[in-house]
């Protein structure tokens, strides 16, 4: 089919136990964001796309889907789903298009994604969970991949002293920077376009929330440098069919713990 300016996403029915692993395969295609909504056979994945390519191939991809038109971008159009969500009792992540809830933790952050990662991923939070345990007062801190720069504006809240943010795409760094100053943390948080390989110091904690093991694994190597003596790295956005390789190239550091959501897992080990 012909796509336009209007075709903003595709709508995916599948059963609740591939949900995840359908989810992933649309991040991986180009979505700029992946909601799952309640539907009679099972979930309704409704991925917004910004490139009507990458949204043309999605949908060869999975015939079973529709594409959904709308007058507006996908990037205004998802926002009626999104809603504030809480982690932990420390941190409430709020869009920056709503009211704050009456319940928010002391740790407000308003993010607005744009077309970067990070804002309602259950990776996001078990990042964030992550943060809230090893993110002491003064800490140094380097976000890897950053996105939107969500958690190095938890970090920053949680007690950081500093914090450098990275990620390859120029987007993102712009991205992540309108939400650092929107949170008022400019005066801790430093974004930077590049990747591990740039950075010249050590750091407390090292997180990477990157989706797909091989770009995790590649990274070994730059990350051990970027991290302290006796520090911690945590590493997300693994679906359980990657976690054994990841685990294995790792495997010289101290394993600390671990999280498991919805197939996806996340790994913290000590240096």
Same mark, same amino acid.
């Given at each position: 089919?012909?796509?336009?300016?209007?075709?903003?996403?595709?709508?995916l029915?599948?059963?609740?136990?591939?949900?995840?692993?359908c989810a992933?395969?649309?991040?991986e295609?180009?979505?700029?964001? &992946?909601?799952?909504?309640?539907?009679?056979? %099972?979930?309704?994945?409704?991925?917004?796309?910004?490139?009507?390519?990458?949204?043309?191939?999605?949908h060869?991809?999975?015939?079973?889907?529709?594409i959904?038109?709308? @007058?507006?971008?996908?990037?205004?159009?998802?926002?009626?789903?999104?809603?504030?969500?809480? $982690?932990?009792?420390? $941190?409430?992540?709020v869009?920056?298009?709503?009211?704050?809830?009456?319940?928010?933790?002391?740790?407000?952050? /308003?993010?607005?994604?744009?077309?970067?990662?990070g804002?309602?991923?259950?990776?996001?939070a078990m990042?964030?969970?992550?943060?809230?345990?090893?993110?002491d007062?003064?800490?140094? =801190?380097?976000?890897?991949?950053?996105g939107?720069?969500?958690?190095? /504006?938890?970090? !920053?809240?949680?007690?950081a002293?500093? $914090?450098?943010?990275?990620?390859?795409?120029?987007?993102?760094?712009?991205?992540?920077?309108?939400?650092?100053e929107?949170?008022? &943390?400019?005066?801790?948080? +430093? /974004?930077?376009? %590049?990747?591990?390989?740039? =950075?010249?110091?050590?750091?407390?904690?090292?997180? !990477?929330?990157i989706?797909?093991?091989?770009?995790?694994?590649?990274?070994?190597?730059?990350?051990?440098?970027?991290?302290?003596v006796?520090?911690?790295l945590?590493?997300?956005?693994?679906?359980? +069919?990657?976690?054994?390789?990841?685990? @294995?190239?790792?495997?010289?550091w101290?394993? $600390?713990?671990? !999280? @498991?959501?919805?197939?996806?897992n996340?790994?913290?080990?000590?240096?």
């Amino acid at each position: 089919m012909t796509l336009t300016p209007q075709d903003d996403w595709l709508e995916l029915p599948v059963a609740a136990d591939a949900g995840e692993l359908c989810a992933w395969h649309l991040w991986e295609l180009g979505a700029v964001a &992946v909601l799952e909504r309640p539907h009679p056979d %099972g979930v309704l994945l409704v991925a917004g796309f910004v490139d009507p390519d990458s949204l043309a191939t999605a949908h060869a991809m999975f015939p079973s889907s529709v594409i959904a038109t709308s @007058q507006q971008r996908w990037g205004d159009s998802w926002k009626r789903y999104a809603h504030a969500y809480s $982690v932990g009792e420390r $941190v409430t992540i709020v869009p920056a298009w709503i009211e704050t809830p009456h319940d928010a933790c002391d740790a407000v952050v /308003v993010i607005d994604p744009r077309d970067s990662f990070g804002l309602m991923h259950v990776t996001t939070a078990m990042c964030i969970d992550s943060l809230c345990r090893f993110v002491d007062l003064g800490a140094v =801190v380097l976000d890897v991949g950053c996105g939107s720069g969500v958690l190095s /504006v938890v970090a !920053a809240m949680l007690g950081a002293r500093e $914090v450098h943010s990275l990620d390859t795409s120029a987007d993102a760094v712009e991205c992540a920077r309108w939400n650092v100053e929107r949170n008022h &943390v400019s005066d801790r948080v +430093v /974004v930077h376009l %590049g990747g591990p390989d740039s =950075v010249r110091t050590q750091f407390d904690v090292v997180v !990477a929330n990157i989706g797909g093991a091989n770009a995790l694994i590649e990274m070994a190597g730059e990350l051990r440098r970027a991290t302290k003596v006796g520090g911690i790295l945590v590493l997300c956005g693994l679906l359980d +069919v990657n976690l054994g390789p990841c685990t @294995q190239a790792f495997a010289k550091w101290e394993s $600390v713990s671990a !999280a @498991q959501s919805d197939g996806w897992n996340c790994l913290m080990f000590r240096r």
